[in-house]
């Protein structure tokens, strides 16, 4: 079974717009941890943030903004006023402290920004 | 800056020819992962060392090999190159001894197999 699972595929937004990427993720730990990763063009793959399952305060880091919902098992990401530079695939990604170096990956979310 | 790194970006190799790739690392970090990735797919893991202990994914093909002679330094071997593995290859890090397991990941290898 897909432990995270980000629906959109791909996603196209106009320049200046304001964007969300969704995660849903699967877990019977308690304890785990929660990843979003960002992945341009030229292929390496740059931390985002991080989360633990016992913090559920959104947090916002200047354009960037997370919004953790343990209710809904969710992990949504918002880019707010878009760049051209934000095009890139994005991945979601959970650790469950009970594996602990395992990482599940979602199938990522390819953003492009139109300028 | 603390980084990890690989060489070489690209490689390009022929089927069947054996081919090592190479990652280091300066963030003095226990743990060290291989991923595969296919175009348009999510990174897959490959393997990974627990400081010298070796993990291998249960469906990780026989033909990928790993070497770490230290903390350093970790390799990727791929000892009968197909045509099916052609991806990207990303070597990651992470401190074991927290607890949130962040791994970061070096530039990646594209390797073509002709």
Request: charged share 20%; proline share 4%; net charge negative.
């Amino acid at each position: 079974a897909q432990k995270v699972t980000q629906a959109q595929t791909e996603i196209s937004v106009v320049e200046k717009e304001d964007v969300t990427l969704d995660c849903v993720y699967e877990t019977r730990d308690t304890t785990y941890y929660l990843f979003w990763y960002k992945q341009p063009p030229s292929g390496e793959l740059v931390f985002l943030i991080r989360r633990n399952s016992f913090d559920e305060q959104n947090e916002i880091s200047g354009r960037y903004s997370w919004n953790f919902q343990k209710s809904t098992s969710s992990f949504n990401f918002t880019i707010t006023a878009s760049q051209v530079v934000d095009s890139a695939v994005y991945f979601c990604a959970l650790s469950e402290a009970r594996t602990g170096n395992q990482f599940y990956f979602g199938t990522g979310t390819s953003l492009t920004v139109i300028p | 800056d603390a980084m990890v790194i690989q060489n070489p970006r690209y490689q390009v190799t022929q089927f069947g020819k054996p081919v090592t790739l190479s990652c280091s690392q300066t963030l003095n970090h226990n743990v060290m992962y291989w991923y595969q990735q296919k175009s348009s797919q999510a990174p897959k893991l490959l393997f990974h060392y627990y400081d010298k202990d070796f993990n291998n994914e249960a469906d990780t093909p026989d033909n990928f090999q790993s070497r770490r002679p230290n903390t350093s330094f970790c390799f990727l071997d791929i000892r009968s190159p197909g045509l099916g593995d052609a991806a990207m290859y990303l070597c990651a890090t992470s401190d074991g001894r927290t607890t949130y397991n962040e791994q970061f990941f070096g530039p990646g290898t594209r390797l073509t197999v002709l």
